[in-house]
């Protein structure tokens, strides 16, 4: 799901971008990796708290970038919001 978000141009990934996602208004849903950073899980998790964004964990950096066809990612900001619930619903289900 997460890469045909990306395919659809509807995913912002690298912590600026999805701060700035997360400050416009613009993320649905935030997907942080498991392994990222404890300063950047921090302020990720405290901007979607603040601008009440909903959030996942998502396994490890490699595995959020490859899901996206990137190298390792931390952080990406989903902006669409059918994708957006789709990918919760499927979070909630498998329970990852």
């Known amino acids: ?12 990934s690298g912590g600026f971008l999805t701060q700035e996602s997360i400050r416009a208004g613009t993320a649905c ?11 950047t899980g921090k302020r990720i998790t405290d901007k979607c708290n603040y601008y009440h964004v909903p959030f996942r964990v998502y396994g490890i950096k ?3 970038g490859g899901a996206i066809g990137k190298g390792e990612c931390a952080c990406a900001a989903v ?9 919760m619903q499927l979070t909630e289900n498998t329970g990852g």
Do not use: C, P
Not at 1 to 12: P, R, V
Not at 79 to 87: L, R
């Open 1 to 12: 799901m997460l890469g045909l978000a990306m395919k659809a141009g509807k995913i912002k």
């Open 29 to 39: 849903l935030v997907i942080i990796a498991a392994d990222a950073q404890k300063n």
């Open 62 to 64: 490699s595995e959020l």
């Open 79 to 87: 902006t669409d919001e059918g994708f957006a619930k789709s990918i």
